[in-house]
Each structure stands twice: as C-alpha cells, then as structure tokens.
C-alpha cells in the first residue's frame, strides 16, 4: 500500500492550500481516510477522516476552515485548507485504514509521507 501526499508549501496567513493524497495498492472505496498532522515539539495529532461512506468528521480547531473529500474513481482524498493560520503549521500525514489488494488481505491502517505546510503570519 502507498499513500503518496501532495500539496504542502508555504503560505500567508489567511490563505488556503489544497492537500491531495493518492492511495494505491489499497481497495480504496472501502476505505476510511484521513488526515493527522505533527507541529515541531508536539504530538502528531487528528485533523480528519472520511469514511467509505463519505461521512466526515473534523478535529475542533480545523472546523469550518477545512474540508475533506474524496474522488473514488482517482483513488484520491483532497484536504482543502482554507483560512489558514500560523498555528497550522505542521506536516501533515495522510492516513488510510483498509484492506490491501490481493489475496488474504485484512484491515489495516497505513501512513503515507508527510507533507509540509507552513503559515506565515
């Protein structure tokens, strides 16, 4: 299973970014996927999923800025980030919990690479 995450990059304060993470290897519309993010010095921490059922669920900080969504026929969920502040700065990692393709697979959680994304003020 690969989870390649896109997207990141530097930002002004207030402004918005679109994060994209490609699943393969994995039998994507059965899939929950998400999104965590680790900020230097913290915790890595939720920020998002979306079910296989497309029903979304948001950590409170991120409420109403950002949305998550999700293309099956690409195999692709977008992260889209809006009102961006200097407290969301972090690299976030795209997740996946699903069955592998393949014979004799089970459900599993899988992390793709981060991305970086940086918030000026």
């Known amino acids: 299973v690969q989870l390649q995450a896109s997207g990141g990059g530097l930002v002004q304060a207030g402004g918005s970014l679109r994060l994209s993470c490609l699943a393969s290897?994995?039998?994507?519309?059965?899939?929950?996927m998400g999104w965590y993010r680790q900020a230097p010095g913290k915790q890595r921490e939720f920020v998002a999923v979306i079910t296989s059922a497309s029903s979304t669920a948001y950590a409170d900080s991120v409420k109403g800025r950002f949305t998550l969504y999700r293309d099956n026929v690409k195999s692709t969920v977008f992260l889209q980030l809006n009102k961006l502040t200097p407290e969301d700065t972090a690299v976030y990692y795209c997740y996946a919990r699903g069955v592998p393709t393949g014979p004799h697979g089970s459900r599993q959680s899988y992390w793709g690479q981060g991305t970086q994304v940086t918030v000026s003020s």
């Open positions: 290897g994995i039998i994507f519309g059965d899939s929950d």
